[in-house]
């Protein structure tokens, strides 16, 4: 897949809770060739960091060249992410990672737990109507429901202390989709603990599962060998940034 270094022109910056920020940007080329659980390395010129960071993509049109983000405020870097306004330019290299979602036609359950949610939006956009399962802590972190109701066909949510939707983790409500449900696949990005149960409860019920990994990634092309992980089926060590990010749950766990 292409890959390019583009100087990307801020188009919108904005807070959607305090700690959770939507950025979109002028990257042409890199919204021609994106797909689904593709990332980004962005940095800012100038900055004091000096490592990118990796983002999934949230969108990219084709159209208009603008891609979207959503990003946490975590540490230095993203805290001179959210100082970008309109108009400000960062360095974005991209589209990343050859391992992608698969978007062939099905019955498909996307699900995600905090900004692993991110990339499903991407996805959720190629599928026909998938359910989606959104994952938070408490009902102020199920936003990301607004993201996914325009394509969605049902959106299941679960909070960690009931505040909204089923109380409990995201694994706790499987057993309620795949009894209403006729689910073919399940895509899945989020924390590692959530993403392993989410697996083995597909597995057990005969389902296919893919994840999409999180892992620091410096370099994103797979040189520094930083994001390395031995596969489960073959015992090769892959990489997530270039191998993946997304790869068949029975690799990773």
Known sequence: MKKFLEMAAVVRNEAIIPDVWEMVFTAPQIAAEAQPGQFVNVHCDGGQTFLRRPFGIVDADPATGKV???YRRVGKGTAEMQQLRPGDTLNVEGPLGEGTFTTTPGNVLLAGGGVG???LIFL??????PVVLVAGKSAAETFW???FEPYA????ITTDDGSKGIKGFAVDALPQIFKDQPIDRVSVCGPTVMMKTIAEASAKAGIACEVSMEKRMACGIGVCLGCTFESKLDGKRYKVCADGPVFDAKEVF
Do not use: G, Q, S
């Open 153 to 156: 066909d049902k959106i299941y």
């Open 124 to 129: 959720a956009k190629r599928l026909d109507h």
């Open 117 to 119: 949610l991110a990339p």
């Open 68 to 70: 979207t983000i959503i």
């Open 145 to 147: 429901t607004k993201f």
